[in-house]
C-alpha cells in the first residue's frame, strides 16, 4: 500500500498550499500518473466486479473531506447512466479500457452530447470538473474481463448529493425523470489500512 500512502500525503500536501482547482487539478495529475503506474498496490477487496453492478469501493477519505479516492470496477458490459460530479476529479486508467461519452447541459436542462465518444487504456487521466465539463457516461470498454480505474474527487465523494440525467430524446417524454439527485456511498464499509507498519 506505500504507493497509495505516498499518493495520500503528496495530495494533503497540495491542499494545505491552496484549494484553487486550477493548481490543484495541475499538481495532482502527475501524482495520480505515478500511482496508476503500477497496480500490485491495490488491495484484492477493492478490486472485486459484481455480476450485475459496477462498484466504487473507498480507498481513501481525507479527514475533512476536501478530497477522497476511489477504485471503481466494472464488470463485463457494465456502465454508468449520463451523471454529473458536483466537484472537481481525475480519473487513472490502472487495467483494462474505459470507454467514455461528455455531455452538456442546455439551458432547459437536457443533455446532449458532446464530441465523439473516447477511450481510456491503461496509464490515461481523464479530468471532470463543474468548469471544465461534467457529465459523462463510463462503460468497461473490455468484452472479456473487468476494467478498473482509480479516481480522486475534491471531497467525499460517496457523500455527495449528484444528478442522473436521461438522453434529451427520453427526457422530453418524461420530464419528471429528466434529472434525478442521488447519493451514492461506497460498495464497501471498511478502508485498506494504510499505516500499519507491523508487516
Same mark, same amino acid.
Given at each position: 500500500l506505500a504507493p497509495l500512502k505516498d499518493f495520500i500525503q503528496e495530495v494533503t500536501r497540495?491542499?494545505?498550499?491552496?484549494?484553487?482547482? =486550477?493548481?490543484?487539478?495541475?499538481?495532482?495529475?502527475?501524482?495520480?500518473?505515478?500511482?496508476?503506474?503500477? =497496480?500490485?498496490?491495490?488491495?484484492?477487496?477493492?478490486?472485486?466486479?459484481?455480476?450485475?453492478?459496477?462498484?466504487?469501493?473507498?480507498?481513501?477519505?481525507?479527514?475533512?473531506?476536501?478530497?477522497?479516492?476511489?477504485?471503481?470496477?466494472?464488470?463485463?458490459?457494465?456502465?454508468?447512466?449520463?451523471?454529473?460530479?458536483?466537484?472537481?476529479?481525475?480519473?487513472?486508467?490502472?487495467?483494462?479500457?474505459?470507454?467514455?461519452?461528455?455531455?452538456?447541459? =442546455?439551458?432547459?436542462?437536457?443533455?446532449?452530447?458532446?464530441?465523439?465518444?473516447?477511450?481510456?487504456?491503461?496509464?490515461?487521466?481523464?479530468?471532470?470538473s463543474p468548469h471544465r465539463g461534467d457529465v459523462h457516461t463510463v462503460a468497461n470498454a473490455?468484452?472479456?474481463?473487468?476494467?478498473?480505474?482509480?479516481?480522486?474527487?475534491?471531497?467525499?465523494?460517496?457523500?455527495?448529493?449528484?444528478?442522473?440525467?436521461?438522453?434529451?430524446?427520453?427526457?422530453?417524454?418524461?420530464?419528471?425523470?429528466?434529472?434525478?439527485?442521488?447519493?451514492?456511498?461506497?460498495?464497501?464499509?471498511?478502508?485498506?489500512?494504510?499505516?500499519?507498519?507491523?508487516?
Open positions: 497540495r491542499l494545505e498550499q491552496s484549494s484553487n482547482e =486550477d493548481f490543484l487539478l495541475e499538481q495532482i495529475k502527475p501524482l495520480l500518473q505515478k500511482l496508476i503506474e503500477t =497496480d500490485a498496490w491495490l488491495p484484492a477487496s477493492c478490486a472485486q466486479p459484481h455480476p450485475l453492478f459496477y462498484r466504487q469501493y473507498l480507498l481513501h477519505c481525507d479527514p475533512l473531506e476536501r478530497f477522497s479516492v476511489v477504485s471503481f470496477v466494472w464488470g463485463i458490459g457494465q456502465k454508468t447512466p449520463i451523471h454529473d460530479h458536483k466537484v472537481w476529479g481525475l480519473i487513472g486508467m490502472l487495467r483494462g479500457a474505459e470507454s467514455c461519452q461528455s455531455y452538456a447541459e =442546455d439551458d432547459q436542462g437536457l443533455v446532449h452530447p458532446v464530441g465523439t465518444p473516447y477511450r481510456l487504456e491503461p496509464g490515461d487521466i481523464d479530468v471532470v473490455m468484452a472479456d474481463r473487468p476494467s478498473i480505474s482509480i479516481h480522486i474527487y475534491g471531497a467525499n465523494i460517496g457523500a455527495v448529493e449528484r444528478h442522473v440525467y436521461l438522453p434529451a430524446e427520453s427526457a422530453l417524454s418524461n420530464p419528471q425523470e429528466a434529472k434525478r439527485a442521488f447519493v451514492s456511498g461506497y460498495s464497501l464499509s471498511t478502508v485498506p489500512n494504510l499505516w500499519g507498519r507491523s508487516e
